[in-house]
Each structure stands twice: as structure tokens, then as C-alpha cells.
């Protein structure tokens, strides 16, 4: 059984093929669909709110043939102390595959434990896999025309603001896997944690990724500039605290302007201008935030497809 809960879960060749469906998936849409799903049943668990995620993957699933079941944890037994293991064995009795969007990860990696059937991380607060593969499509399909793998080696993105986040911690593990160059820059009491730096010391993972202060020196000769929210979901109480820290580390037009000349702005969204991200580099022509999102659904339209296929075998 294969699940997919961290970056590094496929590898490098395995993520190629991902790659080369997604484009097709992307391409051909509208055409005949395919039926890798057709007659399954795939639940989608959310302990957080969601649009992007929800809906591409509800699509994506529809699309791919099968049936898409909204599971809101709150309307669930699990909010009435039902335990995971149980919810996972029972889910795995109904469902051909499991989608989750949680706070702690530790819970993703329990129903894959307890459960029968295929789990993918729709976000937790430690990664966002989804969502890297999905800007890794997006930037490899602008750098090469098949959208290869290979043109993202040696590219040098930057990650700006809280480089203790689920996105910093997945371009860590991305920029592992697809060999880019990770410069996370970041007031020093939002540098890497903990958690991020054990995984890759029990994988045996080299730190990957450097971390800087300097975000000026950062962003010299930088492919992409990437950035997040501040104030995830469930740190709204620190809002004020994290906004005066966070603050030199905005996404300007001047800091824009600091990189490559063909420099391109990311953000997963949502966003919120004119604090993590100024409208002017938000609405820039370089800012290519909404094809990041149009590409979640092609992209998860493949990784969903690569679990099916390999349960198959």
C-alpha cells in the first residue's frame, strides 16, 4: 500500500512520471477522462477549512472517474472521541482511498498505519506535499516543454518570512528531491525548527537548504521568491507578534526587482496583501500564483492516479 504523506515519498523517477501525466492531465482536459478511478470511492478528511484543496481534489476525482465523499472532522464520531485507528479500519472498509488536511501530521501518518487503503497529505502543519509538487509542475512546465524534472537542478529559490512553516519545510524536502538550490530567509526566531532538522538527520538527509536573516543577500540571482501567510490557521492569537517580526521580510517590488531579471513570485495562497506580499508584486506579470493553483488539480489529479495504479499491482 502506497501512501503519500511526505515529498520524498515518490522518487526522483517516480515524480518524472507524475510530472509527464500531469501535463497530459492538464493538456487533454475536457477530452475523454480518464477511469483509473472509475467505481471507487474517495473520502476527503478535513480537520481544517479549505477552498483549493476541497475543490481540486473533489474535481480531480470526479474526473478521474470516481466519486469524491466530503468528511468535515467536526460533523464526524472522531469530534466525540472516536478513536483514529477505528475510523481509519472502518474508512478503509468503505473507501478505495483517504485524503486528509490536518493540524498535527502525527494523525496522517496514524490512519496510514491503521488503515488498508492509500493516504495522501492534503497539508498538515508540519508539510504540504500537494502543494510542492504542484509548484514544482508549475515551474518545470515555464522551464522545459515537457515539463521535466530535470529543468528544475541548481535552480535557486528563495523562501521568504516564516521558515518555520509546513511550506518551508516541504521546498526543504522538494528542493531535496528535485535538486534546487533552498535559501530560507527569515528573522532568526522563525528559522527551521526542530522538527524538520530530526526528520532529516533519522533519513540521513544533509541539510539541504541554507538559512539567512540577510534577505536582501538572499534574493541575489534567485529564480523564484516564494512566501506564506504569517499567521496560519491556529496561530491567530500571535497575530501581532508575528506581524512586527515578520515585517522586514515583505515581498516588495523592490525585493522583486533584487532578483533575476525573469524572476517569478509564488505563493500557495490565500494571500494577504500588504502584509507577507505588496499588490504590486501580487498582480505583477511575474507573479504566477494562480497557475499554482490551477496546476493542484492536474497535479493531484496524477498522484492520485500513481497510488491507484500502484495498489493495483
Known sequence: MKHFLKETDFSISEAADIFSLAQKYKKHRGEKSSSVLNNQSWALLFYKSSTRTRVSFEVGINELGGHALHLDKDTMQLSRGESVADTAKILSRYCHGLVIRAYEHEIIEEFAHEGTISVVNALTDFLHPCQIFSD??????????????????????????????NMANS???????????????????????????????????AQPYTFTTNIQKAVEDADVIYTDVWVSMGKEDEEAM????????????DLLNAAKENALFM????????????????????SIVIDQAENRLHMQKAILSSLAESDKT
Do not use: Q
Request: charged share 25%; net charge negative.
Open 171 to 205: 521546498w526543504i524536502l522538494g528542493g531535496h528531491l528535485f535538486s534546487m538550490n533552498v535559501i530560507l530567509a527569515g528573522p532568526e526566531a522563525f528559522a527551521p525548527g526542530d522538527e524538520i532538522k530530526n526528520y532529516l538527520d533519522k533519513a540521513g538527509i
Open 267 to 286: 505563493h500557495c495562497l490565500p494571500a494577504h496583501l500588504e502584509m507577507e506580499v505588496s499588490p504590486e508584486v501580487y498582480h505583477n506579470p511575474k
Open 242 to 253: 508575528r506581524a512586527e517580526i515578520l515585517s522586514p521580510y515583505k515581498v516588495t517590488l
Open 136 to 165: 514544482a509542475f508549475t515551474l518545470a512546465e515555464r522551464w522545459s516543454e515537457d515539463c521535466n524534472v530535470t529543468s528544475l537542478k541548481d535552480r535557486k529559490i528563495v523562501f521568504v518570512g516564516d521558515c518555520n512553516c
